[in-house]
């Protein structure tokens, strides 16, 4: 079954620039692929349409369902997106209220929303944590946290904007057997080579906001010359 | 920092620390009032036992506590010195000892509650939420944005800061903010929100908290009356 | 200007606190109707802003640096109810916090700077926004800081803390140092903002003539004067130098009676609450007047 299916996607920015330009992209139930390519090329603003953050013109496929404004509540369930600024992520005083803010605005009632959020924690291993603040948390565990956040709304496809930004090299190997763990779609939007090719099975490129070319993470490394030596 | 000295020590526990916030808030403010009302040197002598007996029972650091409380000062003596000069000794130092007893009483409620367990216990007091909220998402970011204008600062320092540049940077810091502000929108919307914000609300009010607020307002009204 | 616990007597911080905090209350709640807590995160990162913004340093002389304040960059940006809830929470943090200011005194706090501030802030800048942009949010600052200080001025010489007319004229003249480097800044920053984003600094449109805005402020000044004076009045000190201690907790003064009030304490209290309720009273009429011309 398809997870992602998304075919001509379009969308201009309110100052007029082109973000994206004719995007079709595929993502198979169970798959890692990421996503490469210069920043402002488009891939960021790519993700934000798959939960309808931003809605452009073409048609956006998830989980066979289309998504349309009346479908957006439900697709937002199914599509957990971990965004690169931590700290704009965890915005609640405490770890254990923001991770059980998903649940409650899925209308759970209390109780079963702050067990989601525990079990959640646990999933990452941040269950210690759980009444500490935000803000004295580091880089990792608010990555961690913010994870958390999103496996407690139970997604198929999990989205990481850049997701290995600002963390120390054993952070990153923690994040690392942590998704490799997680039985979900993913999508990982990166800069980081290294880490895709750990993860992913297949690598798509981006370029003035359209495909440029799709392969493994090492034919993509190579054909655009995506290393930094 | 000063803030992070006293946030440490709200997180530890003793027989103060577990009281609901409530209760603490309760019995600050039938303090507040007492001291306010009245201006007899024993009273205040009275009060002070009972400041230092919580401090002790809160297992806080005495000369801690009293370093934090010399920031209290600057605005205290100006106006004590004020009303010294003004050939009012007496009353000098009744105000002196008014506003330290107050300013001490309420750092011992912030230094054994968590500021989110209080503001919880506002809101449950009938202040209205949206306000809490605020309070909140203020108090989530303060640190945060603080720490962005203290590398502002240092880096105007290093190349010499003028009127005009203060100006930018101040732009800058609400550039910066008012982007996290649409970032913090963006991931509640991904996470659901719908309009509305739900709290987790963990308090309970328990025997030995109205018994702790009954026991301790009675300790200061009569101190009040007797003293 | 934050006004710590100790030096306020009952009557006035009573009556602040109940006058001002269930006015904001009130504030709070219409934002609680509109069932959208969107905003909510926007107000608190914004109040974080001006906590941060208040470390950034104005140079205003050898040596000597300013800071912002930013009840009146608070208002030009979100209007006069949110500035007053960000304000409130912003008096809340640095009373909790960082002990800066006193938790029954908070009333008062709220009243000079959240409501008191934010408004005569907003005032300019509601009349001249449109013609004469740069003196309306530099006059913004400076009627902002001058009536929050003239306010806390005169709640403390109400509770009885002896000024001489030199220390008066002092502070006086040290308040208006203070709001001309607010207006100054303000100036300066909501111009940089602006020039960064002009959405993030909302137009309004003309509303009444500016004579009319020169007739506000002006009434605002006189107002905050004649609080003042009122406050300084010789009379009170007196009576309070000779009775050596506070005049609330003995009998009523024999010699000295108003038309049925002859207990001083209710005389104060009295006083207090006149001043506050020309005050609200002001501050309810602009508001209705804004009101009613921005429906027109």
Redesign the interface.
């Known amino acids: 079954m398809s997870a992602v299916k998304v075919r001509g996607l379009r969308y201009r920015y309110p100052d007029g620039t082109q973000a994206l330009d004719g995007v079709d992209f595929d993502l198979a139930d169970g798959e890692c692929v990421a996503l490469f390519g210069a920043n402002g090329s488009g891939k960021t603003t790519f993700v934000l349409h798959l939960n309808g953050l931003l809605e452009g013109e073409g048609s956006v496929e998830i989980c066979g369902q289309h998504l349309e404004r009346s479908t957006l509540a439900k697709v937002r369930t199914q599509v957990g997106l971990v965004f690169q600024e931590a700290d704009e992520q965890l915005f609640m005083p405490t770890v254990l209220e923001d991770v059980a803010f998903g649940p409650l605005n899925l209308g759970l009632p209390q109780p079963e929303a702050t067990a989601r959020a525990a079990k959640a924690l646990e999933q990452v291993g941040m269950s210690a944590v759980i009444h500490k603040a935000p803000y004295h948390l580091s880089a990792g565990e608010k990555r961690r946290v913010a994870l958390a956040g999103v496996l407690a709304m139970e997604p198929r496809i999990l989205v990481f904007d850049e997701p290995t930004t600002s963390l120390d090299p054993p952070a990153q190997r923690d994040l690392v057997r942590l998704l490799q763990a997680l039985p979900q779609s993913k999508i990982l939007v990166t800069h980081d080579t290294g880490f895709a090719s750990i993860l992913a099975t297949r690598a798509v490129f981006f370029e003035h906001g359209r495909v440029a070319g799709e392969g493994t993470v090492d034919e993509m490394v190579r054909r655009f010359h995506w290393s930094h030596v | 920092m000063?803030?992070l000295v006293?946030e440490g020590w709200s997180h530890r526990s003793s027989p103060l620390h577990a009281r609901d916030a409530r209760a603490k808030l309760g019995v600050?403010?039938v303090l507040?009032?007492a001291?306010?009302?009245?201006?007899s040197q024993l009273s205040f002598y009275g009060y002070a036992l009972l400041l230092a007996v919580a401090i002790g029972i809160a297992r806080l650091p005495l000369f801690g506590l009293l370093e934090?409380a010399v920031?209290?000062l600057p605005?205290?003596a100006t106006?004590t010195l004020?009303?010294w000069w003004?050939?009012?000794p007496?009353?000098a130092l009744a105000?002196f000892?008014?506003?330290?007893?107050?300013?001490i009483a309420?750092?011992i409620l912030?230094a054994t509650t968590p500021?989110?367990d209080?503001?919880h216990g506002l809101e449950s007091l009938a202040?209205?939420?949206?306000?809490v909220?605020?309070?909140?998402?203020?108090?989530?970011?303060?640190?945060?944005?603080?720490e962005?204008?203290?590398h502002?600062?240092m880096a105007?320092r290093a190349r010499g800061?003028?009127?005009?540049s203060?100006?930018?940077?101040?732009?800058?810091?609400?550039?910066r903010?008012?982007e996290?502000?649409d970032?913090?929108?963006?991931?509640?919307?991904?996470?659901?929100?719908?309009?509305?914000?739900?709290?987790?609300?963990a308090t309970h009010f328990h025997v030995a908290d109205a018994a702790f607020f009954c026991a301790v307002s009675a300790a200061v009204i009569a101190i009040r009356i007797a003293l | 200007m934050h006004i710590p616990d100790g030096f306020l007597t009952p009557p006035v911080w009573g009556a602040f606190d109940v006058i001002a905090l269930p006015a904001v209350a009130l504030v709070a709640r219409r934002a609680e109707a509109l069932k959208d807590d969107r905003n909510l995160p926007l107000l608190g990162v914004m109040g974080a802003f001006v906590f941060a913004a208040q470390m950034i340093n104005f140079p205003v002389g050898p040596g000597t640096s300013g800071h912002l304040v930013g009840g009146t960059l608070l208002v030009i940006v979100l209007g006069p109810a949110a500035a007053t809830m960000v304000m409130t929470a912003i008096l809340a943090i640095q009373a909790l916090v960082f002990q800066d200011g006193g938790i029954i005194a908070l009333g008062a706090n709220v009243f000079n700077m959240a409501v008191a501030g934010v408004l005569a802030g907003y005032l300019p800048y509601r009349f001249w926004a449109a013609q004469w942009r740069s003196a309306a949010i530099f006059t913004g600052g400076v009627l902002s800081v001058l009536t929050s200080a003239c306010l806390a001025l005169a709640e403390l010489l109400t509770s009885g803390v002896p000024m001489s007319r030199r220390i008066l004229m002092l502070s006086l003249g040290l308040f208006l140092v203070s709001a001309f480097i607010e207006g100054a800044i303000t100036l300066a920053a909501v111009r940089a903002i602006e020039r960064m984003n002009p959405r993030w600094v909302p137009r309004l449109e003309p509303a009444g003539s500016r004579v009319m805005g020169v007739v506000a402020i002006a009434a605002v000044v006189l107002v905050m004067g004649g609080i003042l004076i009122a406050s300084a009045q010789p009379d009170g000190i007196e009576r309070l130098v000779g009775g050596g201690s506070p005049v609330w907790s003995h009998a009523p003064l024999a010699d000295y009676q108003i038309r049925g009030i002859d207990s001083p304490w209710l005389r104060r209290a009295g006083a207090g609450a006149a001043g506050l309720v020309l005050i609200y009273g002001i501050s309810v009429l602009t508001g209705r007047l804004l009101a009613r011309q921005r429906s027109s």
Request: charged content about 10%; aromatic content about 12%; proline content about 2%.
């Open positions: 000063h803030h006293i600050l403010l507040l009032i001291i306010s009302t009245t201006s934090r920031l209290l605005f205290i106006f004020i009303t003004s050939g009012q007496v009353r105000v000892e008014k506003s330290l007893l107050s300013g309420a750092l912030v500021i989110t209080l503001l202040v209205p939420r949206p306000l909220l605020v309070i909140q998402f203020l108090y989530r970011y303060l640190f945060v944005l603080s962005q204008a203290q502002m600062r105007a800061s003028r009127f005009h203060a100006g930018s940077a101040v732009a800058v810091l609400f550039a903010s008012w996290r502000a970032g913090i929108y963006q991931a509640m919307l991904a996470r659901g929100f719908a309009g509305r914000f739900y709290t987790v609300s």
